[in-house]
């Protein structure tokens, strides 16, 4: 058996076979490509423990909130001893303890109008691991913009979803939701939130972010749906809209504008 610590070359490798034989030979993985990791909470946490098993090479990963006991059950990365702690901070030692080459970059912040483009546009992929819906549709608009892939993640009570574009940005998230929803929005502050079911949006997230970074593009123009108490996974297609504001024949969004989004709602994660 050839020599590696953990998290470095053997699951690595052991990934790409894997991918190569999910995109049918056609592309290898290139997971030392930068993934930006936008919300380092429930489904920020097991995304990133997947990526890292899978050799990714680095992650920037953004976020501006503290640790709370409450949220311990979905926040895996975190004990007891984080508590009160910056998220980042424990999010960055924790995964400097279990794979020290892995190079993070943490950002304290949220993605907003005004920083959402940038942190985009210096990303391989972005992973949306928010929980409201005004930073899902901004993180959805500046990705597009930029020309990057996305995949949003998002977890309520026992319910996931979950779904990635790629670069070319069609069928995107507005071709499934055009606007945010007008009014109070159910969130995981309101609704509560199950923490197994944010582990399966997470390793889900992870998922399809190596799939399309290593060109395999078949679990994109769909959504994952998966229902805790159903046990039931479900794929469901999303017909790219010819009048997409975003990526329709005549877009309207050209820009990221701070008028066009809620203020969040809920920055659980
Ligand atoms: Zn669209």
Redesign the pocket.
């Known amino acids: 058996m050839p020599k590696a610590s953990a998290g470095q070359r053997l699951p690595h490798a052991a990934h790409g076979r894997l991918v190569d034989t999910a995109a049918r030979g056609r592309h290898r993985p290139s997971v030392a490509r930068r993934i930006l990791l936008v919300g380092a909470g429930g489904i920020g946490a097991p995304a990133a423990i997947a990526l890292a098993h899978a050799g990714v090479g680095a992650l920037t990963i953004v976020d501006d909130d503290e640790v709370e006991l409450s949220n311990l059950h979905r926040q895996i990365l975190f004990d007891d001893t984080d508590v009160g702690r910056p998220k980042l901070a424990a999010f960055t030692d924790a995964l400097a303890r279990r794979w020290p080459a892995l190079e993070v970059t943490a950002i304290v912040g949220r993605a907003l109008p005004d920083t959402a483009l940038g942190l985009c546009a210096g990303a391989s992929i972005v992973i949306d691991a928010t929980d409201n819906f005004a930073t899902r549709f901004l993180l959805a608009d500046a990705a ?1 913009l930029a020309g990057v892939p996305v995949v949003h993640a998002a977890a309520v009570r026992w319910h996931a979803t979950v779904m990635g574009v790629t670069a070319v ?8 939701f055009e606007d945010p929803p007008i009014g109070p929005a159910i969130d995981c502050a309101t609704a509560g939130v199950v923490g197994p079911v944010c582990g399966v949006a997470g390793a889900l997230a992870a998922d399809r972010a190596l799939r399309i970074l290593a060109g395999d593009t078949s679990a994109t123009g769909a959504i994952t749906t998966y229902d805790g108490l159903a046990d039931r996974l479900r794929q469901l297609p999303i017909a ?2 010819a009048d ?5 024949a005549s877009p309207t969004i050209r820009g990221v504008l701070a008028e066009r989004y809620m203020p969040p709602e809920c920055d659980l994660g």
């Open positions: 597009h940005g069609r069928p995107c998230y507005r071709c499934l790219a809209r997409c504001p975003l990526c329709g």
